[in-house]
């Protein structure tokens, strides 16, 4: 029996969708444990492409694969419902079994959507996703959110919604914002609840319970370190706790039933949003070669967001910020994605600490002006021109990809179990199955 944790590295976007899709060959129960539509995974399996936003990419594995969200999330009922949809359209999640939502949940309502969208209008704007995320956790943490049960409970979510106008309200109208009114509010958030509720469980005795019977659990995390709410480069961050204890939270279960944690992350860094990014290749101050670069990570590697579409900040790979992802995490292994994006750079750089007001440091300083005014200090290795994509174990790798690999993990003191070479889930280097 394994139990494994699977959290992004850096500033999300790190690959996981193909990562998870290929270790749940070895799970039969997959959890989705932070976040909300705010996250996007692109999953590519044959000629299909699919992106899904809150469901985890288990579902693709098909039937007796149990797909769960658990109830540190934040949940669109309307997206969720439409996701289901499109899935059963292509022939998946036939069976109801292979869907289990937590009840204990929150919801995600329309004016969680309208107030992130207003404040990302304001100076304060720090290019959240607008899917309502931060707001619905504020709910949460004011001991005024809806839940998922609450959505089949008519005259309990009629007196939360109306406690949910009563504290917006005037932050709403003053920026000339609007509700849905609410007679529908509460039809469709009921109708939404006749629909779900066939999913509903408690996802904590669930997931235990499969646990005590020997089942493999993966826990999926959404978004990247560096988003934490408590550990990242706050407060251009999310909302929720994205590291690996984020999911001990959010389904209740305990740290001992962890056997593995894997850390993902690219071969370089993106980062979509507002925000510190010291080896970002563009941006204002960038030089012109930096900045096509930059561009061609960009390019290459097709770095535009799968939930907003938008054009991802590029740069490389911080070493620095990715010990700390290490820590945080307690990470055993890295799945390192994406490695064939750098094949054609003729020398590649990574970032091994930074300058701070003329002092080095070995790690990211918490100081939001100090993060901001932080340059990386590079160490330069030799690139490769061959293209890795058809790389199947490591031998086969370009001797300088190699030692560009070889070297991440001496920096973090990590190994690195899985090399990922292009999309496709064959385009891969397994070299240590946390499963096994
Ligand atoms: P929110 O989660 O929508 O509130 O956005 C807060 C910050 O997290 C913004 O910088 C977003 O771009 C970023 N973010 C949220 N979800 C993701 C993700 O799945 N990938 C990358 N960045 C994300």
């Given at each position: 029996m394994a139990n494994v944790i699977i959290v992004g590295a850096q500033w999300g976007d790190e690959g996981k969708g193909k990562v998870v899709d290929l270790y749940t060959e070895f799970a039969d129960v997959v959890v989705r444990f932070g976040g909300g539509a705010n996250a996007g995974h692109t999953l590519v399996v044959g000629d299909q492409k699919l992106i899904t936003h809150l469901i985890p990419s288990g579902v693709l594995r098909g039937r007796g694969k149990r797909c769960v969200l658990a109830g540190g999330m934040v949940i669109d009922p309307k997206t969720l419902l439409e996701e289901i949809a499109e899935l059963k359209s292509r022939g998946l999640l036939q069976d109801d079994k292979d869907l289990v939502i937590s009840t204990a949940a929150h919801v995600i309502l329309p004016e969680h959507r309208e107030v992130d969208r207003l404040r990302e209008l304001g100076k304060n704007a720090i290019g959240t996703t607008k899917r309502g995320i931060g707001p619905a956790y504020e709910a949460k943490m004011a001991r005024r959110g809806v839940r998922m049960i609450d959505l089949i409970h008519p005259e309990r979510l009629k007196e939360l919604l109306l406690r949910s106008r009563e504290e917006l309200a005037q932050y709403i109208a003053e920026r000339g914002g609007t509700f849905t009114p609410l007679e529908q509010e509460l039809e469709e958030s009921l109708a939404y609840g006749q629909k779900i509720k066939r999913y509903f469980t408690d996802t904590s005795s669930y997931v235990h319970q499969e646990m005590t019977r020997g089942r493999h659990v993966l826990f999926e995390g959404a978004q990247g370190a560096l988003l934490d709410i408590d550990h990242g480069t706050y407060p251009f961050v999310t909302s929720s706790s994205t590291i690996a204890a984020g999911a001990c939270t959010s389904c209740g279960i305990g740290p001992t039933s962890i056997d593995a944690v894997i850390g993902i992350a690219k071969a370089y860094t993106t980062r979509v949003g507002g925000g510190p990014f010291?080896?970002?290749?563009?941006?204002?101050?960038?030089?012109v070669s930096d900045a096509a670069l930059g561009e061609q990570l960009r390019k290459v590697g097709h770095e535009y967001g799968s939930t907003t579409g938008r054009p991802r900040r590029c740069g490389w790979l911080d070493v620095a910020a990715l010990r700390l992802a290490a820590r945080w995490n307690g990470m055993s292994g890295i799945a390192l994605t994406k490695l064939d994006v750098l094949s054609k750079m003729k020398r590649v750089k990574i970032c091994v600490g930074y300058k701070v007001n003329g002092r080095e440091m070995s790690e990211l300083p918490c100081d939001i002006n100090e993060i901001e005014g932080a340059q990386p200090i590079y160490e330069e290795l030799e690139g490769w021109d061959a293209d890795t994509t058809s790389a199947r174990d490591f031998e086969s790798l370009p001797t300088a990809a190699q030692r560009y690999v070889r070297r991440i993990e001496a920096l973090v003191g990590v190994d690195i179990g899985l090399i990922s070479v292009g999309p496709a889930r064959a385009e891969t280097i397994m070299i240590k199955n946390p499963f096994r």
């Open positions: 010291p080896t970002e290749l563009g941006g204002e101050n960038a030089t």
